[in-house]
């Protein structure tokens, strides 16, 4: 009984960890949000995403990194993807400013 007890707790735990990591900033709107968010917030939260101001370069590097330590971008995704994050993410974007430190500020 005790053992079904444990799984049902460390199936639950784990379904959760997502949802945790999830937690952070939403992406920007637009046709691969979802696709990053999923490929991303997998392992860390959006804040270390949207923090980032990178040039189409770096984010390809970044991307191709991602993928090598097992990130899941399909191939015909990854262009799409890298051109998203260059979008929303590059050197001429406003800085990051996390809502606590808005907050702060009134």
Known sequence: MWKVSV???GLSVV???PQLWAAGPELPRGPMQQKATT???ECHDAGIIVQQRLDKKLWTK???KMIRWGALVDPQDREALIDYLNG???PGQPAYVPER???SRK
């Open 7 to 9: 799984v049902a707790l």
């Open 15 to 17: 379904s959760f960890v």
């Open 39 to 41: 490929a991303c917030a």
């Open 62 to 64: 970044e991307v191709d």
């Open 88 to 90: 929303n993410f590059a």
């Open 101 to 103: 430190t808005k907050n």
